[in-house]
DNA sequence: GAGTAACCGGAGTATCAATCTCCGAATCAA
DNA sequence: TTGATTCGGAGATTGATACTCCGGTTACTC
């Protein structure tokens, strides 16, 4: 009921549009630090602000983390782009990889939308929106891949979806780099990318996801 | 105050004694497959046997998943042992790795027990025992790690840590594996066996975790 | 085959955490 | 100044899990 978001009917009295300033970038804040499990009372009160107020702005927690991460994925999306226009296949795939999992390594939140249902224990649903534009993530990665493949720098059995894969398995090492106080989630990268490289050690066993399984790798939810 | 466990005080009765067995099994089925965050209640009941029977035996779910485990931790050391009998050093080493991940791909409790606190989502405190048990793992692991290290199939700057931050990845694989149904985590364990080789590479970027930031992460429970 | 100690079952209690509401008090803007 | 809007945070609500309690049953014993 009470006017949420959009719908251009009147601008925000000041004291209220400062107010959503701040949950915002707590929100940011927060979610980076704790991970969408955070509670919108625990994002209120970092930002100096009322549990009330907050829910007066979003409905819940989903709707604070659409408005957040909508920017993130936006950037995530161009940095794959971008990396099309470089010139070495490897290095652009590698690039954009090391890119995308360093921004997650700085945003739990981030990360578990990006792998919800497989990595984060309690799957939001931030419905549609951001879903839709993680997904579309996945045609410019095909693209580095293949071209990857075709320079022959990339092992010729490697798919798009173990790009997936690999952004799955570095959640536990994002955990482990803050408990331990290093970046040794560069570590496990680098292992996993030295894997794909072409060498001569034979195929990789069992076929790679296909895009339908990714789907229900992703939305895997924690059955009742 | 019920007499749970040990002090050969008195033999069970015969109907005690089976539904202890009953909830054993129960436990051992239920926890492979929903992971420690079973209930009792719910083990109890796939037993065939109200709560009250479950708790009067087992003071708690810890206690039940401490007389179940113990024998699957027996059984890892042992192959481990085993592995240092085998010749070929980095058959020895990925042999005994394969085993153990497939082993912890076919029961979640058993793997969320390995990596209690970096991966499991409500560490699970079993106090003592187990965790004794599995700490042990270490040294022949250790062994194995450098014997194929010498040897020189194993890149040069890999570290017996190494191995447990594999396993704790596999995690991720495991559930995957579940949603899609079929074994993708043996993809990617390959992949980053493969990854291990020694190859012309380069060195692996941040050093190693030693024993003691092993030991953080396992114990980096949730904070409040 | 009767008596009793040991045991069973599961409804019910206790606890905890997260989500969201409500309303008196404070704040803005006309 | 005044009324519409927003604030704040105590607490109602919900849902999950952990564990207890006790009337009734079962199995040993003599």
Same mark, same amino acid.
């Given at each position: 009921?009470?006017? #949420?978001?959009?719908?251009?009917?009147?601008? %925000?009295?000041?004291?209220?549009?400062?107010?959503?300033?701040?949950? %915002?970038?707590?929100?940011?804040?927060?979610?980076? /630090?704790?991970?969408?499990? /955070?509670?919108?009372?625990? &994002?209120?009160?970092?930002?100096?602000?009322?549990?009330? #107020? /907050?829910?007066?702005?979003? /409905? *819940?927690?989903?709707? %604070?983390? !659409?408005?957040?991460?909508?920017?993130?994925?936006?950037?995530?999306?161009?940095?794959?782009?971008a990396a099309l226009e470089v010139d070495d296949p490897w290095q652009a795939l590698v690039g954009f990889i090391e890119t995308t999992v360093a921004k997650q390594a700085d945003d739990r939140g981030l990360h578990e939308l990006m792998t919800a249902g497989t990595m984060a224990e309690q799957p939001i649903h931030v419905d549609g929106?951001?879903? #839709?534009?993680?997904?579309?993530?996945?045609?410019?990665?095909?693209?580095?891949?293949?071209? +990857?493949?075709? *320079?022959?720098?990339?092992?010729?059995?490697?798919?798009?979806?173990? &790009?997936?894969?690999?952004?799955?398995?570095?959640?536990?090492?994002? #955990?482990?780099?803050?408990?331990?106080?290093?970046?040794?989630?560069?570590?496990?990268?680098?292992?996993?990318?030295?894997?794909?490289?072409?060498?001569?050690?034979?195929?990789?066993?069992?076929? +790679?996801?296909?895009?339908?399984? %990714?789907?229900?790798?992703?939305? !895997? !939810?924690?059955?009742?």
């Open positions: 009921m009470t006017s #949420t978001a959009d719908s251009p009917t009147r601008p %925000l009295r000041r004291d209220a549009a400062r107010n959503r300033r701040l949950l %915002l970038d707590a929100g940011r804040e927060v979610f980076a /630090a704790r991970g969408l499990e /955070a509670t919108l009372d625990e &994002i209120a009160h970092h930002a100096g602000v009322g549990v009330g #107020t /907050a829910y007066r702005h979003f /409905a *819940n927690k989903q709707e %604070l983390a !659409a408005a957040i991460f909508a920017d993130d994925f936006e950037q995530l999306a161009a940095s794959a782009r929106k951001l879903e #839709t534009m993680r997904d579309a993530l996945f045609e410019p990665v095909t693209a580095l891949v293949e071209r +990857a493949k075709k *320079n022959g720098c990339l092992r010729a059995d490697a798919a798009p979806t173990d &790009i997936a894969a690999i952004l799955f398995m570095m959640g536990v090492n994002f #955990t482990m780099s803050e408990a331990v106080g290093r970046p040794v989630w560069k570590r496990y990268l680098w292992l996993l990318l030295d894997g794909l490289r072409a060498t001569p050690c034979g195929k990789l066993p069992v076929e +790679a996801l296909d895009f339908d399984e %990714l789907q229900t790798a992703l939305t !895997a !939810a924690k059955k009742h």
